[in-house]
């Protein structure tokens, strides 16, 4: 059996992805590289640097928006399943108004 891993891990700028992923490789006894990729892929195509770094942002730009694009319904039918039935809301209201004390 092959003993060769890739995880590629997404992260935002501050989730401490980094950390985590640096902490996973050394709990399964595999390497971590970073930036090195992209340095190792610059020196080995010959392409500059930025070149593959603004690869890189572009495709977490297309995750980040394709990801919000993903959760956006989610959230709709989470607001649709927490919200009250109308028919529930007019009885809790009208038992309201008869428990609560007449001003004078």
Do not use: T, W
Not at 31 to 38: G, N, P, R, T, V
Not at 44 to 52: H, I, N, P, Q, T
Not at 57 to 64: G, H, N, R
Not at 94 to 99: M, S
């Amino acid at each position: 059996m092959n003993n060769h891993y890739i995880i590629n891990l997404g992260r935002q700028l501050g989730s401490g992805g980094k950390e985590i992923g640096e902490k996973l490789a050394k709990d399964l006894g595999i390497a971590f590289y970073d930036k090195e990729l992209i340095n190792l892929a610059s020196k080995e195509s010959g392409l500059c640097k930025e070149f593959f770094e603004k690869a890189d942002e572009k495709a977490a730009k297309e995750q980040a928006e394709a990801d919000a694009v993903e959760e956006k319904p989610k959230r709709a039918r989470k607001a649709r399943k927490d919200a009250p039935a109308k028919e529930e809301e007019a009885p809790a209201a009208e038992q309201a108004a008869e428990e609560a004390p007449a001003e004078a």
